[in-house]
């Protein structure tokens, strides 16, 4: 029995490995240089490491590893879509797609230093007040345009876009519903939400009433970086001491580190910028990574873990010292933009 029970165990691990590194996966994306295809969909404020996650984000970009297809807003306050705006515009990509989040049902506030309102000012005024195409439009429109099984989500906010989308029915960019359009176009969701074994975690929680819909029904695997992850990655301080006044990341993180932390040039922890880093590339590279499983989420945003065989949820738990992968991602959020 115990043999029996083993092999059933080595054979799931072979067949997760087979999704995450063979051919047709993220390895082969590696190993072929095909940029991994990516919708990214941020809540941009309330905390900062979003900062540090989008400079990742062009970052890999422009070492030919992620194309950007879109940048969403969870976040329904008005500075948020301008904030993604403007620090697409310092890569060199203002042509991004953004899409903004419903008014009527995102969370709506931003953060205690009302660090985006001083980026938008200081780097991008124009864009202050700037309305955007929905968000649901945009991830039906991009979407509907993408080969089958292509596109990685990645989730560094509320669930609030994902839950419209899945919801959504056909429309002049697709005669799918968004159940089928995720389906047939999405390969992977890589979503920073949740703790694990158990938690009550701020991106689940803050709109549980989308977080409680999407999780059970969406019906593509999804790799999840939880808080305990993230916690523990301190970055940020590198690029603050930089001092560049012409950089918004830098600006950003010397705006935040001093009102959050005792001294200004310390780190932050680095919850989003995990989520970019393990869709970009292996994550076993990084991390170990959890056998299948189901997260189960509450109506009260609180969530449990749940292993089972036949879940399609996994999650990421840290292999090496916390200073090994803060090195990775330090390197990243100090890339310039591209000339």
Excluded at 58 to 85: C, R, Y
Excluded at 225 to 240: F, N, Q, S, W, Y
Excluded at 279 to 307: C, H, I, L, M
Aim: proline content about 6%; glycine content about 6%; aromatic content about 10%.
């Amino acid at each position: 029995m115990l043999m029996n029970s083993y092999s059933k165990m080595l054979a799931h691990a072979l067949l997760f490995f087979s999704c995450f590194a063979a051919p047709q996966c993220l390895l082969a994306q590696q190993a072929t240089k095909q940029p991994v295809k990516v919708i990214f969909d941020t809540d941009m404020g309330p905390d900062y490491d979003d900062i540090g996650a989008i400079a990742m984000l062009h970052a890999l970009a422009d070492q030919g590893e992620l194309e950007i297809l879109a940048s969403l807003a969870s976040d329904a306050h008005v500075d948020i879509a301008p904030t993604i705006d403007l620090f697409n515009r310092y890569f060199g990509r203002p042509a991004i797609p953004i899409g903004e989040a419903d008014r009527a049902l995102a969370p709506n506030f931003t953060a205690k230093t009302d660090w985006g309102d001083k980026l938008i000012r200081q780097f991008e005024p124009s864009l202050k007040n700037k309305r955007y195409t929905p968000a649901l439009d945009v991830y039906r429109k991009v979407l509907a345009a993408q080969p089958d099984q292509s596109v990685t989500l990645i989730t560094v906010g509320f669930m609030t876009n994902i839950a419209q989308l899945m919801a959504s029915g056909a429309d002049a960019y697709s005669d799918l519903s968004g159940m089928e359009l995720i389906n047939k176009k999405v390969k992977l969701w890589v979503c920073m939400a949740g703790g694990f074994p158990q938690g009550r975690e701020f991106n689940v929680f803050k709109d549980e009433k989308s977080s409680y819909a999407v999780f059970p029904h969406f019906p593509r695997p999804i790799l999840f970086t939880g808080v305990e992850l993230g916690r523990h990655i301190k970055t940020g301080g590198k690029v603050a001491a930089t001092k560049d006044s012409s950089n918004p990341v830098s600006v950003g993180y010397q705006i935040n580190l001093p009102v959050y932390l005792d001294k200004p040039d310390t780190d932050r922890s680095s919850w989003d910028q995990t989520a970019v880093l393990i869709a970009a590339r292996n994550p076993e590279q990084y991390f170990y990574v959890s056998g299948p499983g189901k997260f189960k989420v509450e109506k009260d945003g609180s969530n449990t873990w749940e292993p089972t065989e036949e879940g399609q949820h996994r999650f990421i738990m840290h292999k090496y010292p916390y200073q090994v992968i803060a090195d990775v991602l330090d390197e990243l959020m100090l890339h310039r933009p591209k000339k």
